[in-house]
Structure formats: structure tokens, C-alpha cells
């Protein structure tokens, strides 16, 4: 999967890259992470760490999962601290490429879903 490749861009502020890596078919997903881009600068100490890959459907489909930890700044709320984050994507195949279909945001401790824009507690 292209988590790594995902993150860095997020890191880069390369937002078309991460828009892009998101199915055409998913418009809300698509906005949710332009808006999130828009909001926030992710630092260069962000770190991706326990990434496990499980393939589904026959190949087709595919469920990554990571934590990502580093500086997070939000600019509207003059806010800059560590966020420590967990995260589910659902990968799959399209026009050769795997893209993001579906994005989960879990808490880093209990696993429990959770706000994808919401504030992470250092």
C-alpha cells in the first residue's frame, strides 16, 4: 500500500498527491482531507509505525493499519503539540493504482472510531 508515500505528502503539503490517492468515487472523503490539509501543517518528525497490510475480496480490496505520531500545527486555533494517531484505510484497485475508499481515525489507546478532524490529546 502506499501509506508512507500518503503520509509524506502530508507532511509535504502536497495536497493534489493526497487528494489523488483518494477514489474519484469518494467526494466526501476527497473534501474531508482538503479541509484537513487546509487546517493543519503536518511536521517533519511525523512517523508512521506498527503499519500492518491485510488483503481482502480476492486481492481487490485492502485494509491498512498504522499509527502516525509527530508536531501537528493547527493555524485557526494557534495550536502546535505531538498528536498521537491510529488510523484504518480500506485500499482499492482502481485504473491500476490502489486508492483510499474508506478512512477510520481510532483512538490511539482504546481503538474505538473516532472524528477524523478531531483534536488528538498529546
Given at each position: 500500500m502506499r501509506v508512507q508515500e500518503v503520509v509524506q505528502a502530508c507532511i509535504d503539503n502536497k495536497v493534489p498527491v493526497v487528494v489523488d490517492s483518494i477514489s474519484k468515487g469518494q467526494v466526501a472523503l476527497r473534501t474531508l482531507a482538503?479541509?484537513?490539509l487546509t487546517m493543519a501543517d503536518i511536521h517533519e518528525d511525523m512517523h508512521v509505525s506498527d503499519l500492518s497490510v491485510e488483503m481482502t475480496a480476492q486481492n481487490s480490496r485492502a485494509l491498512s493499519r498504522f499509527?502516525?505520531?509527530?508536531?501537528?500545527?493547527?493555524?485557526?486555533?494557534?495550536?502546535?503539540?505531538?498528536?498521537?494517531?491510529?488510523?484504518?484505510?480500506?485500499?482499492?484497485?482502481?485504473?491500476?493504482?490502489?486508492?483510499?475508499?474508506?478512512?477510520?481515525?481510532l483512538n490511539p489507546i482504546t481503538g474505538e472510531e473516532m472524528p477524523v478532524l478531531k483534536q488528538s490529546k498529546g
Amino acid at each position: 500500500m502506499r501509506v508512507q508515500e500518503v503520509v509524506q505528502a502530508c507532511i509535504d503539503n502536497k495536497v493534489p498527491v493526497v487528494v489523488d490517492s483518494i477514489s474519484k468515487g469518494q467526494v466526501a472523503l476527497r473534501t474531508l482531507a482538503l479541509t484537513g490539509l487546509t487546517m493543519a501543517d503536518i511536521h517533519e518528525d511525523m512517523h508512521v509505525s506498527d503499519l500492518s497490510v491485510e488483503m481482502t475480496a480476492q486481492n481487490s480490496r485492502a485494509l491498512s493499519r498504522f499509527r502516525a505520531n509527530g508536531t501537528v500545527s493547527v493555524g485557526n486555533m494557534s495550536y502546535s503539540g505531538h498528536a498521537a494517531t491510529r488510523w484504518e484505510l480500506t485500499w482499492q484497485r482502481e485504473e491500476g493504482e490502489w486508492r483510499i475508499v474508506e478512512i477510520k481515525r481510532l483512538n490511539p489507546i482504546t481503538g474505538e472510531e473516532m472524528p477524523v478532524l478531531k483534536q488528538s490529546k498529546g
